[in-house]
């Protein structure tokens, strides 16, 4: 498009802006320094497992001692039990032996004494009764015979109920010392049970002591252990949020640059000297249009902004479109119409890349006001 014999050439090239371009270059420098070509990886250096604390081994090194305690105090009171035991099963019904072990040693010179006392006393009787037959004639008689047979009965008897008796006090003092040993032995056992019970109950009460202590302990070092555990976590992943810092500051500018648009047509504008507005008129194409238009000759005007000097806003149009007043840079006079970039639905580009505007689109009447 040319006025007063000035013509405007455009060309357009694909090409970045300055500062997107050097945000790029800062960006493959970030990149390549982060973890391009020749990276070196770098290990973590701290600790990652919590080691046992203090009082857990401490409660480790206790666990063995206790087990060689209990033993030990079972080794203690089992003799308790053990008598405990034995002495009830003694305590039953007594046996025979254990009687014997209460017979008098006695018994059969007591036994023997009182036989012969009783043998005495019947010979006196026999004595009595002969001397008795020869004062009455009757001696060697058959009633004399018959006496002395009674006596010699009566004595057998007498002798034989006596044992019997002497024998049948003995065993029962006998048994019944033997029932008192036993109804001891219960009683020593039961005592004996009970100090075994006792010793027992103090045994178990103080490995149960010792047991709560050390697990007191292996519960405040396990939590001791996990502080330590959370703290060497949170150092770990301190680290690794250091390590993948300059990838997500890459990404993060990548991101942001990615969504910008990239290649853009850049237009360069140049002149040079061509011919008339008239001799433009007479051209081919949309240029001559919109000349024609701009001298009401047909629906075009040229409306592009950078052909356009001294613009003033007036007012808008029924449907919001805004109006200005303008002069074009190289013509005389001043003009009233819209801005092409304003209303693109009305908007095409000639062959010289600026923009007009068929006004038949439009409610506003382009014209020239002087």
């Not at 371009?21 to 800062?26: G, L, P, V």
């Not at 049948?168 to 009683?187: F, P, S």
Request: charged fraction near 15%.
């Amino acid at each position: 498009m040319c006025f007063g014999g000035t013509t405007y050439q455009t060309t357009q090239k694909s090409e970045l802006p300055p500062w997107l371009e050097d945000a790029y270059k800062r960006l493959t420098q970030q990149a390549e320094a982060a973890g391009g070509i020749g990276a070196k990886y770098v290990p973590y250096g701290g600790e990652r497992l919590a080691p046992f604390t203090a009082q857990q081994q401490a409660a480790m090194a206790g666990a063995t001692p206790v087990s060689t305690y209990y033993g030990q105090e079972r080794q203690a009171y089992k003799p308790y039990t053990d008598y405990a035991t034995q002495a009830t099963m003694q305590a039953a019904a007594p046996t025979i032996g254990m009687v014997d072990q209460y017979m008098n040693p006695y018994q059969q010179a007591v036994i023997d004494t009182t036989l012969q006392e009783q043998q005495r006393r019947s010979d006196i009787q026999g004595q009595a009764m002969r001397d008795q037959a020869v004062k009455s004639g009757a001696f060697g008689g058959a009633r004399q015979g018959v006496q002395e047979a009674e006596r010699q009965r009566n004595l057998a008897d007498l002798q034989a109920r006596t044992e019997a008796q002497l024998r049948a006090q003995n065993y029962q003092q006998a048994v019944g010392q033997a029932q008192e040993q036993q109804r001891r032995l219960a009683g020593m056992g039961q005592q004996m049970g009970g100090l075994g019970a006792q010793r027992m109950q103090l045994g178990a009460a103080g490995i149960g002591g010792v047991q709560r202590g050390l697990q007191g302990m292996q519960q405040a070092g396990a939590q001791q252990q996990q502080q330590l555990q959370r703290g060497m976590d949170i150092a770990y992943g301190d680290f690794l949020k250091q390590q993948q810092f300059p990838y997500s500051q890459a990404a993060f500018t990548g991101g942001i640059l990615g969504g910008l648009p990239s290649p853009q047509m850049a237009t360069v504008y140049g002149q040079q000297p061509g011919p008339s507005p008239f001799q433009q008129i007479g051209g081919a194409g949309l240029a001559g249009l919109g000349m024609a238009g701009m001298f009401g000759m047909g629906p075009f005007a040229g409306s592009d902004i950078r052909l356009k000097t001294d613009i003033k806003p007036i007012g808008k149009s029924p449907s919001g479109v805004n109006i200005y007043s303008f002069q074009y840079k190289d013509q005389e006079g001043t003009y009233e119409g819209v801005m092409a970039h304003e209303v693109p639905w009305a908007s095409v580009m000639n062959d010289n890349g600026y923009y007009i505007v068929d006004y038949s689109k439009v409610d506003v009447e382009f014209k020239k006001l002087n």
